[in-house]
């Protein structure tokens, strides 16, 4: 299958230095925005080239897959991306996700390939329990710089992208009810929580995930994401929205960093003494050794390549997040699959969460 990548960033960066370590980078082109290469105008002008396209930018979900359809190409991307660089409300978010990740006449799409959305949602199919729950998607980064003359003020993935979704988006959980639900304004910068006998800030953020999970899993109730940033970028922020000053700078993405990205989802049925916790360690020290990016960044890529792993088997008509595909044995082999061959593995933890703060500060 001959690929068009669109974007050459960090997570595709990431990505084709693990292709070149299994030996599997072949019949890919990227299509570079920084070179002066538009994603779309390649796929308007070479689609006869290319049979998939991994939107690994920020380039707009719904006018990439019109193409794609247009064209009879396969597609796939790590997450939705809105037009326009305005926020746009939580229902409206909603309703353009439900909306462009429709089934497609002719051509195959996969969606949301990341760590979050992506791996994150491999956690419920593989270890939700069999009864009613809630699924606390909790995120913590420790990242901190290992070279003396990193720059002030740094983050481990795409800073403006971090700034609209914990600044400018309402504050959302997934439930029964509601694909993606706002919360109140006094939830919208977040909640300080223990983690793993740590505490962190956590913002409630907006991230279609939570509704994937809801809707794919009969037994869950209800999802929330709560995002810990490394210290640093957060209290910029925090700095910012203090003075009520917008992100005017460009604010780099470090990669040498020591400590550890770890992404996963406990699970609540709202009389558990302990909560059960399984999640990913992204290992920042090691993935900047073995891949020239931090552990962020290696997760997302990870992501990617299981989903380009399914993009072989997917049918002409389907449209896929990881938690639909892991409904589907076939699907689900081959993404557990891809993870094993990369090294991506879970590990189970009991009482990373106090439950006591959760039923305080997150159930209500």
Known sequence: ???????????????LAILDSLGERRDITVCDSHEGMSGERMIREHHDCFDAVLNLSSAPTGALIDLCQRHGLAYLDTAYSWPGDDFIGVAEYAAN???ELRPREGVALLHGFGMNPGLVEVILALYAPKRPYFALEVDTDTAEAAAADAPKIWGTWCPENHWYETAHASAAC????AFLKELPEALHHGRRLTAGG????FSVTVHDETGYMVTNDPNCRGAVFLYAAPRVISEYFRALLAAG???????????DL?????????????TDASIRYVMNRGDHAKAFRSFGCNGTCWQVACGVYAGMS?????GKGESLTVSSAMRIPAYRACILSALERVGFSFETLDGYLDVSQVRREIMP
Request: one cysteine or more.
């Open 174 to 177: 997934s439930m029964r009810d």
């Open 1 to 15: 299958m001959r690929k068009l990548i669109i974007g050459n960033g960090n997570v595709t960066r990431a990505f």
């Open 245 to 255: 000053r917008e992100l005017e700078e460009d604010v780099p993405v470090l990669h």
């Open 258 to 270: 020591k400590g550890e990205e770890c992404v996963g989802v406990a699970f609540y049925d709202g």
């Open 310 to 314: 399914l993009l072989e088997l997917v």
């Open 198 to 201: 740590r505490e962190f800030d």
């Open 97 to 99: 996700v439900r909306d």
